[in-house]
């Protein structure tokens, strides 16, 4: 079956402007996590979502970061007024409940020029 | 401290041998323990669960220890293709399971 399809694959945007990044899970998970990570890092946690209710945003930088999963199925990753320290490659991530096993996207290379 | 360490490498070892990763982990509170292995500019995958019994998958052997708060994995008779990054995981405090931490990996290098 498909797994998780993030789009696009590359980014690349100028310091100031706004991005949005989409994840589709894999059909029926009902839980949905972004991490991101650069170089050189292991994946850094940012939110997740258990159907359409973040359950936990503890690891979003700052407020010029936002998600949402409007009906439990796909979810956009909006960051505003992209700086430099924003590139890397966000990965997106589902699993059928919470604690089962979570299957990672390609991710998307996010470049802030 | 952070919350999950690895040595990063990279491990260097001939096809064959058997090659040890160690971590630590800072929060008592985690619940579930994992390898993951990702390849050069892929994503991670799930290697294996981390059980306090030890498990096994073939070649490969994950050990956990809460008294100490380590995780091992022990990869034998190493094949090329076992060259990747090994991350260590584990999930966020009791209450976000979802949250999973993950170390800065380490790298396995197998030659011919």
């Known amino acids: 079956g498909a797994g998780v399809s993030q789009t696009p694959s590359n980014k690349v945007t100028e310091k100031g402007k706004y991005v949005e990044l989409r994840c589709d899970p894999i059909?029926?998970?009902?839980?949905l996590y972004w991490y991101r990570q650069s170089l050189g890092q292991g994946p850094e946690f940012l939110i997740y979502f258990q159907g359409t209710g973040a359950a936990d945003d503890s690891g979003l930088p700052n407020d010029r970061f936002f998600a949402v999963r409007p009906e439990g199925s796909v979810s956009t990753l909006k960051i505003q007024r992209t700086e430099r320290g924003d590139s890397a490659v966000y990965l997106c991530?589902?699993?059928?409940?919470?604690?089962?096993?979570?299957?990672f996207g390609p991710g998307t290379r996010l470049t802030v020029l | 401290r952070k919350e999950v360490e690895q040595d990063p490498g990279p491990f260097n070892v001939p096809e064959g041998a058997t090659v040890a990763f160690n971590c630590t982990y800072s929060n008592s509170a985690s619940q579930s323990f994992f390898w993951y292995r990702q390849d050069c500019r892929k994503e991670p995958k799930l290697l294996m669960s981390?059980?306090?019994s030890g498990n096994e998958d073939g070649r490969f052997t994950a050990q956990l220890n809460r008294a100490s708060q380590y995780i091992s994995l022990l990869i034998r008779d190493s094949k090329l293709s076992d060259s990747a990054t090994y991350l260590c995981v584990v999930n966020g405090a009791r209450g976000s399971q979802g949250n999973l931490i993950f170390g800065k990996g380490t790298k396995l290098s197998v030659k011919p």
């Open positions: 991530a589902s699993s059928l409940i919470v604690s089962a096993e979570q299957f």
């Open positions: 059909s029926g998970h009902t839980a």
């Open positions: 981390v059980y306090s």
